[in-house]
T-cell receptor, first 114, second 116 residues
Framework: GENVEQHPSTLSVQEGDSAVIKCTYS??????FPWYKQELGKRPQLIID?????GEKKDQRIAVTLNKTAKHFSLHITETQPEDSAVYFC?????????????FGRGTQLTVWP | EAGVAQSPRYKIIEKRQSVAFWCNPI?????LYWYQQILGQGPKLLIQ????????DSQLPKDRFSAERLKGVDSTLKIQPAKLEDSAVYLC??????????????FGPGTRLTVL
């Protein structure tokens, strides 16, 4: 099955700085890569996703890049704010895998200091 | 639209006891997922239903875990008997479609299980 590695496990930044979280995946057939944000005690929520036919996608202060050759994808958050503090999970879904099954990374605890 | 509902939100039991969790997905969503999220880790899929049929239960410890989705709507996940290592948050998620199409999974608030 797919194996998703996520780094770093914790990340602290000053408000206004940028934050980058990186993930690698093992199955070259994976073709869908969502990112979820989970605030303390709350449910994971999708913040952005990217498909394998696209190299980059932006949505206001967040962006995701995908390098299929290297099998890695990254989340970029610019102009960070304290409300960005949360655990972020990357995930991957293989084209040939069971319908809709996502494999998640272990998560990155992002702390944004005011 | 209303989100995915789960109950109970918290449950504390002793090992070897039984426990059941309930999930009501978003109306009209064909696919329902149960995930186990151990502290400090990402969610791990336990079982996936499309309508009322199981499409993936390869990671479900079938000697103690069971799940059903009668009538293709609500679902229950049961653990019998529970072990200490079952302590985790159990997340239910639903998505509109299945069939390998890419579509967002909407998560419920989860049930935090503590096994003593």
């Amino acid at each position: 099955g797919e194996n998703v590695e996520q780094h770093p496990s914790t990340l602290s930044v000053q408000e206004g700085d940028s934050a980058v979280i990186k993930c690698t995946y093992s199955d070259s057939a994976s073709n869908y890569f969502p990112w979820y944000k989970q605030e303390l005690g709350k449910r994971p929520q999708l913040i952005i996703d990217i498909r394998s036919n696209v190299g980059e996608k932006k949505d206001q202060r967040i962006a995701v890049t995908l390098n299929k050759t290297a099998k890695h994808f990254s989340l970029h958050i610019t102009e960070t704010q304290p409300e960005d503090s949360a655990v972020y999970f990357c995930a991957a879904k293989a084209r040939g895998s069971t319908l809709g099954r996502l494999y998640f990374g272990r998560g990155t605890q992002l702390t944004v200091w005011p | 639209e209303a989100g995915v509902a789960q109950s109970p939100r918290y449950k504390i039991i002793e090992k070897r006891q039984s426990v059941a969790f309930w999930c009501n997905p978003i109306s009209g969503h064909a696919t329902l997922y149960w995930y186990q999220q151990i502290l400090g880790q990402g969610p791990k899929l336990l079982i996936q239903f499309q309508n009322n049929g199981v499409v993936d239960d390869s990671q479900l410890p079938k000697d103690r875990f069971s799940a059903e989705r009668l009538k293709g709507v609500d679902s229950t996940l049961k653990i019998q008997p529970a072990k200490l290592e079952d302590s985790a948050v159990y997340l239910c998620a639903s998505s509109p479609l299945g069939g390998g199409q890419h579509n967002e999974q909407f998560f419920g608030p989860g049930t935090r299980l503590t096994v003593l």
